[in-house]
Every structure is written in C-alpha cells, then in structure tokens.
C-alpha cells in the first residue's frame, strides 16, 4: 500500500481513528523512526474527513496538537540524554564532539526559529528537536516555541483541510499536489534566508581576500 496515496491515507485515517493519528504525529514529531511518516498529507486528510462528518474538527485538533507537543518533547529528551554518549569520538564524521559543540552554538543563536520552522518541512521537523537536545537548548525556551509551531502546523493543515473539503467537491484527487505546495510555500523563507547567509558569506570572504 503506498502510504502517500490519497486513497491509502483515506483508509489508514478510518482504520486507526484518533488514537492512531495521535500516535502518527508523535512519532513523526520527535522519533527517530518517525521521519518517513507523511505528517503534512496526514493532517491536510484528516481536516478533510473531518469536513466530510468521518471525524470531528475540534477534537481532531487538540489531538494532534497534543501529539505534536509531546513528540517534539520526546525527541529534545531523547536528544538531550543520549546526545552527550553519541558525540563522543574527537574524530567522526558526524558524531564527534566538534559536532556536538556546533549544535549547542547554533541553537543558542538559532534555536527559536528553527523549532517553529522546522515544523512545516518534512524530515527535518523530525530531527529538529532531537536536535535541540543534543545541543541542550534551554527547555524552557524550546516548550515555547514548541508551543507556537506546533499550534501554527496542526491547526493551518487541518482547517485548511477542513474548509477546502466542505468547499470543493472530490478534493480528495488533488491531496499530493496540494500538500507539495503547502511544504514549498512554508519552506521557502527558510530556502531563501539560506541563500541570503550563503551569499553574505562569500562575499565576507571576497572582501578578506582583497585586503
């Protein structure tokens, strides 16, 4: 069964109800394992079931939001305690203490924004707070901007689901091409601030090099 289907999701959502979508969310939220799990198309299907009577709106959002919080939670935990053990080669490509300190620095320059952003890209909303862990981002700071960007996901992609089925007929056909959408519109600022820093830096560079 292709999981990213319309039709597949349709019946996933039916079959495992809210309990099932909750579990979805959390491991797609802060799980290792979670990354593959579609979150987006998920969410956008169940506000259009729920348009459809199959589910009810409210509830659907607190239960996904719910589980949004508590798996990002998780995976700054996971992140924080297992961290420290993983990044403990001086010499490694990817888990070397070298890197555990690049993460702590950027997420005490970075980390607010990243959580709330991270949060409508793909893969990466998965790791992000795993992420924050490792680099032992003040929780405190973290549960907020957790907070705002799991309030800011859940609710855009259900209601969005939720009006455009009671709105338009046979919805359900155009799932994929709109979520597509959804994720290049949301993870455009990101794409274009990285650009923007890219771009800052070499000429940072060029001018070094003249002088």
């Known amino acids: 069964m292709d999981l990213f289907s319309s039709e597949s999701l349709i019946l996933l959502i ?17 799980l290792l394992i979670g990354f593959f799990l579609p ?5 956008f299907t169940a506000g259009l079931l729920a348009s459809q009577g199959y589910l009810n709106i409210c509830y659907l959002m607190i239960i996904v939001f719910l589980g949004s919080i508590l798996g990002d939670s998780f995976g700054y935990y996971f992140g924080k305690k297992l961290g420290p053990r993983i990044f ?5 490509i990817f888990f070397s203490r070298d890197n555990l300190e690049k993460a702590k620095d950027f997420y005490k320059k970075h980390g607010a924004k990243t959580i709330v952003l991270a949060r409508f890209m793909p893969f990466i909303r998965t790791f992000a707070p795993i992420l924050a862990g490792v680099g032992k981002m003040n929780y405190g700071i973290f549960i907020i901007y957790n907070i705002i960007g799991g309030l800011l996901w859940t609710t855009s992609l259900c209601l969005l689901g939720f009006y ?48």
């Open 14 to 30: 039916k079959a495992v109800g809210y309990l099932g979508i909750f579990g979805i969310v959390f491991a797609e939220s802060g």
């Open 39 to 43: 979150g987006d198309s998920l969410l």
């Open 88 to 92: 403990i080669k001086e010499k490694s």
């Open 164 to 211: 455009l089925g009671s709105l338009i007929p046979d919805i359900d056909i155009f799932i994929l091409p709109i979520i597509l959408a959804i994720i290049v519109v949301s993870a455009s600022p990101s794409i274009i601030y990285l650009i923007k820093s890219k771009l800052k830096k070499v000429k940072t560079n060029k001018v070094i090099k003249i002088f």
